[in-house]
């Protein structure tokens, strides 16, 4: 960011495994180029986001165009264009499927309107084989930053975990350990990532055990519960921003 002069910002194409790393990477780019004044904001809002769903018929294309459109207007309120930035939360049907010719109305969008400063949030399987095609279609269109979101280690959520129970004067037995361990390593992150899911864990455990005063300071194997993202679960999509509905 130090690097980029005022006026001169180019999009964004942010890739990883989790959405909510997407987002929450997404949220802190945003508000450092916000702080940092990196384009001419001009607009009811200096920034704004939409969820962009996989299709491809020109109708559900169209639908996305319109709740775009939509969106851009409401940014822009009275001024003649808006000047800031669009965070476009893709769905990972994106990278699974790849590039096709309905994408052409959103690319055209982009090239039209190069006073603004789009994040793409790409969510990605491992290995997906049309990320790279996709990610060329965009790059054709201004200049973009390509950054892989990545989401901490197993070994490095356990110690935030043990550590922060430790600070709040809790202990963690080795079973538990393992056994919070073992749900990280087969859960799937796509939707939370186990940085955030340890951490609104340890908070729950924690309030568990401040409504039962007279249990020891201590975390065992029965209080970690099963987490949430495990291969039989199948958790409902986390959108942020204006969602752009297609039936």
Not at 6 to 32: H, I, Q, R
Not at 71 to 83: G, H, T
Request: charged share 30%; proline share 4%.
């Amino acid at each position: 960011m130090n690097e980029i002069e005022p006026g001169t910002c180019p999009n964004f194409y942010l890739w990883g495994e989790s959405v909510s790393k997407l987002e929450a990477d997404a949220k802190e780019l945003t508000a450092m180029m916000e702080m940092d004044k990196v384009i001419p904001f001009q607009g009811a809002v200096k920034s704004f986001s939409i969820f962009m769903p996989y299709y491809e018929n020109a109708g559900k294309a169209e639908q996305f165009m319109y709740h775009l459109r939509e969106s851009y207007s409401i940014a822009r309120d009275c001024y003649d264009r808006y000047q800031g930035i669009l965070i476009v939360e893709c769905s990972e049907e994106w990278s699974k499927f790849g590039y096709n010719p309905c994408l052409e109305q959103f690319l055209h969008f982009i090239r039209e309107h190069r006073e603004v400063c789009f994040l793409m949030l790409m969510p990605t399987e491992k290995n997906a084989k049309y990320q790279e095609v996709l990610f060329g279609e965009f790059s054709k269109n201004q200049l973009w930053i390509r950054q892989k979101c990545e989401t901490m280690k197993i070994q490095e959520c356990m110690t935030l975990f043990c550590e922060d129970a430790e600070r709040s004067g809790y202990s963690v037995t080795e079973e538990a350990k393992q056994k919070l361990s073992g749900l990280l390593e087969t859960r799937n992150e796509m939707q939370l990532d186990n940085e955030t899911l340890v951490l609104q864990l340890i908070r729950q455990i924690q309030l568990d055990k401040l409504m039962q005063p007279e249990t020891e300071k201590q975390i065992g194997e029965e209080d970690i519960r099963t987490v949430s993202g495990l291969p039989e679960k199948e958790m409902p999509r986390k959108e942020i921003g204006f969602r752009a509905e297609i039936g």
